[in-house]
């Protein structure tokens, strides 16, 4: 499993190959070596994140076929708190993404937000393939949902990490208690996300006023809404309202709750992406070629390679967890710390949760380290609130691969940022972002009492 992940990391950072055949070829040769079997391998085509992938990427494209995502865009550059410079533009993407991200799934909110932010930067004229606008733009979209990470139902690991803690560490943390830490690192980082990004991108005001100009003019000459505009709304609308229910539901109901349960089994994220996608295949709408919302010719134009890229990743990953190369990685950091220091612990803790997040999902990976978190503190002596929660927060952290997130794969598919520039400048991001959730951590932890 090592000399798979070795070689398959290679290949991603140098592009030797396409990023979706190298990611198959992980699958292929962790059967070839004998490192797993066929059937595990393979059953990462079938799991449910890269369904919730699929109707995401789908919801998305109708935005865009459409027009529903061009009438979006020039809604908000036609503002003028949003366009009086290019940082402002930054910073509105980032807040938007961020709100969203913090109650619905970081992947929904990026592919919801891409085709408004390729819409915007076609129209400054700017959507170029690693050309500084367009990189600052489709990275913030994807930081922005990924370190969202301000509430308990933010993102899988937020949960994960607090029941663990909870049933292992003896540490009860409430919706309110989580928040009074999570949130101020949350803000940290878009302020350090915005200040990098923004960095290189240059428009004057006078140019992003002549955008203003434009897209009101352009949303006048687009008239009403059009039947497939309101029914991809519509779809959009179904799939966020269940993504938020349970989240918002679990805030008033206990999981164990029969209602909970009900809505946890037939409501998952990938089912609830599936249904608003499902959707646009089933509207009429008129004044459309084929009379429907969304036909499969133009979900055939979805890059599919970044679904293989995905599910590749996530044979990968889990290869890494059952062979124990996970825990082995996890007791070797460990071993780098010394008795009694509860800082070191939580940066050791956290520096182990990025680089397994990095290669696999944030869940799989805040399974994993969450123990190794809470059994490493207690071995040092100390408190296993704060190396715990720092794991919990870092498991949201690795911004270098397209495989690191869903967000960021959906980024890496529009074409516009390729590899080598998501890693050069999410390697920076990641070390930002570990030491600065340290230092709010520092700062929050030992005045809640849990240090």
């Known amino acids: 499993v090592m000399a798979v992940f070795v070689v398959t990391v290679i290949l991603w950072v140098s592009e030797a190959l396409p990023l979706a055949v190298t990611a198959v070829g992980a699958a292929l040769f962790l059967v070839l070596t004998g490192a797993t079997d066929a059937k595990t391998a393979f059953a990462s085509l079938g799991d449910p994140v890269i369904f919730l992938f699929i109707g995401s990427f789908m919801l998305a494209r109708a935005m865009e076929t459409t027009g529903l995502a061009k009438r979006a865009a020039f809604w908000l550059i036609r503002q003028k708190w949003a366009t ?103 803000v940290v980082l878009i302020l350090l996300a915005w200040w990098l990004l923004g960095r290189g991108i240059t428009l004057t005001p006078e140019d992003l006023a002549k955008v203003r100009e434009s897209a009101l003019a352009t949303t006048k000459d687009m008239g009403r809404w059009s039947a497939a505009e309101r029914n991809t709304m519509l779809a959009f609308g179904v799939a ?18 029969d209602v909970m349960k009900w809505v946890k ?16 295949f089933l509207l009429p709408a008129r004044g459309t070629k084929s009379g429907m919302t969304f036909t499969w010719d133009e979900a055939k134009e979805i890059d599919w390679g970044t679904v293989l890229l995905f599910a590749g990743g996530i044979a990968l990953g889990s290869a890494v967890f059952a062979s124990g190369l996970a825990q082995m990685m996890g007791e070797a950091l460990a071993g780098m710390t010394g008795q009694g220091n509860v800082w070191l612990v939580t940066f050791i803790c956290m520096v182990a949760a990025v680089l397994l997040s990095e290669l696999a999902s944030n869940t799989a990976s805040a399974t994993v380290i969450v123990p190794i978190s809470i059994a490493l503190a207690q071995g040092a002596g100390v408190n296993p609130a704060a190396p715990t929660i720092g794991a919990i927060l870092a498991c949201s952290l690795g911004f270098m691969f397209p495989v690191s997130t869903p967000p960021n794969a959906l980024v890496f598919g529009t074409g ?36």
């Open 84 to 186: 009086g410079s290019l940082r402002g533009l930054l910073m509105a993407i980032a807040l938007v993404a961020c709100l969203l991200s913090l109650f619905i799934s970081n992947t929904a909110t990026t592919a919801m937000l891409l085709p408004i932010v390729k819409t915007v930067l076609d129209g400054l004229g700017k959507l170029k393939r690693d050309g500084p606008e367009s990189s600052a733009l489709l990275l913030m979209t994807t930081w922005a949902a990924g370190i969202a990470v301000g509430t308990m139902v933010a993102t899988p690991p937020n949960m994960i990490g607090v029941s663990i803690l909870r049933e292992q560490g003896g540490v009860d943390l409430n919706f309110t208690q989580f928040a009074m830490f999570g949130m101020p690192v949350t």
């Open 240 to 257: 966020i309202f269940l993504w938020v229910v349970p989240g918002v539901m679990e805030s008033f109901l206990s999981q164990e709750h």
């Open 265 to 280: 089994a037939r409501f998952p994220e990938s089912v609830a992406a599936l249904v608003g996608a499902g959707l646009l």
């Open 416 to 451: 516009y940022v390729s590899g080598r520039q998501m890693m050069k400048k999410g390697v920076v991001f990641d070390v930002v972002a570990v030491l600065a959730t340290l230092f709010v951590l520092w700062l929050v932890l030992p005045r809640m009492g849990l240090v």
